[in-house]
């Protein structure tokens, strides 16, 4: 017994002979008299169906080719766009560190003390302890108890020396102590750290004019960090009617969330530096 596969292939083989002979008996000088008019009528409906087949497989195929083209061109498209996107994020980076280092260089012309310049690599993970990992150590000249700071104010210092690396203490941390003073009336306290990203000035007298929107400077009488460097600017100030002291908050200059690159200042024990406007 013969499949349907091979009945069905021989029935097309034979419809497709057929046709050829009977096209080539209809194709004599007068095809509009005898039996080929009949023919012709019989065949018609099977060719245009072979026709209509052949057209409707090639356009397929066609299309099938053209849908692969554009699917790779897609690709293509694709990959060149993310090409695009990370060569754009690294010049946006380029950039933004073009500009950080713009200012500290600033900074370095309008300072007559020698520092260093330092990448931030790491940062204290404990919410108690305020404190960052810079990229220079005893290598580069630093040691203990030397003033970090950037162009907008003070960071903090320097705790721990290692041959390449160095721990600095924030001035946020409430174990810091940086001796300041209000730079319009002068009034001295103590710049510490307080529990919310901030700071503290503490023990200033309850007589002196203290205002929010003074600038905070440094005093230059705590040994570490020399007189005119901005810490901050106040906040918030309380005064009690029982006290000697009045509460006062400041908002620290230094953007420490984004802290990316500071400077070391290896001779903090010259003269003072000129505050900026």
């Excluded at 497989?57 to 694709?78: C, D, P, S, T």
């Excluded at 309008?110 to 330092?118: G, L, M, N, Y």
């Excluded at 204290?124 to 000249?141: A, E, L, M, N, V």
């Amino acid at each position: 017994m013969f499949s349907k596969k091979t009945v069905m292939i021989v029935g097309v083989i034979l419809l497709i002979a057929v046709n050829i002979i009977i096209l080539s008996v209809t194709s004599t000088r007068y095809p509009s008299f005898g039996p080929g008019r009949v023919a012709v009528a019989l065949v018609a409906p099977f060719q245009n169906a072979v026709v209509s087949t052949t057209r409707f497989a090639r356009n397929i195929w066609r299309r099938y080719f053209l849908l692969i083209g554009v699917a790779q061109e897609n690709e293509e498209l694709k990959r060149s766009l993310a090409r695009a996107r990370q060569k754009n994020h690294r010049l946006q980076e380029v950039a933004l560190a073009n500009q950080r280092l713009r200012s500290l260089l600033e900074f370095q012309k309008t300072s007559d003390r020698r520092v260093v310049a330092a990448e931030v690599i790491g940062k204290d993970p404990s919410p108690w302890f305020r404190s960052i990992i810079i990229d220079k150590g005893k290598k580069d000249g630093l040691t203990k108890s030397l003033p970090v700071v950037v162009p907008e104010g003070v960071v903090g210092q320097v705790i721990e020396v290692a041959a390449l690396y160095s721990r600095v203490l924030l001035v946020i941390d409430q174990n810091s102590a940086v001796d300041a003073l209000v730079q319009r009336t002068r009034a001295r306290g103590i710049v510490a750290g307080a529990t919310d990203s901030g700071c503290m000035f503490k023990y200033v007298l309850r007589k002196h004019d203290v205002q929010v929107g003074d600038v905070v400077i440094t005093s230059g009488l705590d040994g570490v960090f020399p007189k005119g460097l901005r810490v901050g600017q106040v906040s918030g100030v309380v005064k009690r009617t029982a006290g000697i002291f009045q509460e006062v908050t400041v908002a620290p200059y230094a953007d420490f969330e984004t802290l990316e690159e500071v400077l070391v200042i290896l001779n903090p024990e010259t003269s003072p530096v000129a505050v900026a406007p």
